[in-house]
C-alpha cells in the first residue's frame, strides 16, 4: 500500500547535536512537507518541497534543514541552532500541480535533553 | 491569502450526544475544504474534503459537513459520538499558489468523549 513513512517514531538527543529525521513516501507525489506540531499550537509549517533539487522555507524554518534528492525522500535535519527542539514532527506529501489534501506520515517525537 | 479559525480549543461531549465543530475560512474564490483528524500520537487522517457541488459532504466514521458560502463556514458534525471519536480535529482550506498546492490549517480542536 502506498504512504508515508517516518522514522524513527521516538528520538532522543543531547543538547548541541544535529539530528535527522527520515520521511519517505511511495505514492508518487510531487510535493512534500514538514510540520512542527506543539501544544496548543497547531501545525506550523517548517519546509516544502515542489520538485526535487528545489525546496522553500515554511513560517519557522530557522534552526532547521532539509535536502530532495529523490523525489521519495524528504529528510529534516534539526540543528543545534534550533533554540527548542522538543516537538512532535510530522511528515507530509501531495501533488503539486492540483489542489489536494495532504497524506501525512505518522510523526516523529523528538525529545533533546 | 486564506485562513482558518476554529473557535473552540476544547470541546466535550457525552457519549451518544450529538457533535457539531466549527470552522470558519477566508478565502477571495472557492474554497477547497477539508477535515482531518488526528489520534494522539499519531498522524493526520482525512475525514473529508468539499471541493464542489453538494454542500453536504459524506466523510468516513459516520461524519459529514456542510458548506455555506454565506457564512463562510465548513463545520463538522456527527448525530451520535462514540468513544474512540476522542480526538484533535483539524480544518483546512486549500489553494494553488505560486508555491504549489497550499493548505492553511486551523489551530485544531481537542475532542473529549464522556462515557
Known amino acids: 500500500d502506498g504512504g508515508i513513512t517516518q522514522s524513527p517514531k521516538y528520538l532522543f538527543r543531547k543538547e548541541g547535536q544535529n539530528v535527522t529525521l527520515s520521511c519517505e513516501q511511495n505514492?508518487?507525489?510531487?510535493?512534500m512537507y514538514w510540520y512542527r506540531q506543539d501544544p496548543g499550537q497547531g501545525l506550523r509549517l517548517i519546509y516544502y518541497?515542489?520538485?526535487?533539487?528545489?525546496?522553500q522555507k515554511g513560517d519557522i524554518a530557522e534552526g532547521y534543514s532539509v535536502s530532495r534528492e529523490k523525489k521519495e525522500s524528504f529528510p529534516l535535519t534539526v540543528t543545534s541552532a534550533q533554540k527548542n527542539p522538543t516537538a512532535f514532527y510530522l511528515c507530509?506529501?501531495?501533488?503539486?500541480?492540483?489542489?489536494?489534501?495532504?497524506?501525512f506520515g505518522s510523526g516523529t517525537r523528538l525529545t533533546v535533553v | 491569502a486564506q485562513s482558518v479559525t476554529q473557535p473552540d480549543i476544547h470541546i466535550t461531549v457525552s457519549e451518544g450526544a450529538s457533535l457539531e465543530l466549527r470552522c470558519n475560512y477566508s478565502?477571495?474564490?472557492?474554497?477547497?475544504l477539508f477535515w482531518y483528524v488526528q489520534s494522539p500520537g499519531q498522524g493526520l487522517q482525512l475525514l473529508l474534503k468539499?471541493?464542489?457541488?453538494?454542500?453536504l459532504v459524506q466523510g468516513i466514521k459516520g461524519f459529514e459537513a456542510e458548506f455555506k458560502r454565506s457564512q463562510s463556514s465548513f463545520n463538522l458534525r456527527k448525530p451520535s459520538v462514540h468513544w474512540s471519536d476522542a480526538a484533535e480535529y483539524f480544518c483546512?482550506?486549500?489553494?494553488?499558489?505560486?508555491?504549489?498546492?497550499?493548505?492553511?490549517f486551523g489551530t485544531g480542536t481537542q475532542l473529549k468523549v464522556e462515557l
Open positions: 507530509a506529501s501531495s501533488p503539486s500541480r492540483e489542489i489536494y489534501g495532504y497524506t
Open positions: 505514492l508518487n507525489h510531487d510535493a
Open positions: 518541497s515542489q520538485i526535487v533539487n528545489d525546496f
Open positions: 478565502y477571495g474564490a472557492t474554497p477547497y
Open positions: 468539499y471541493f464542489s457541488g453538494d454542500t
Open positions: 483546512a482550506v486549500g489553494a494553488l499558489t505560486g508555491g504549489g498546492n497550499k493548505l492553511t
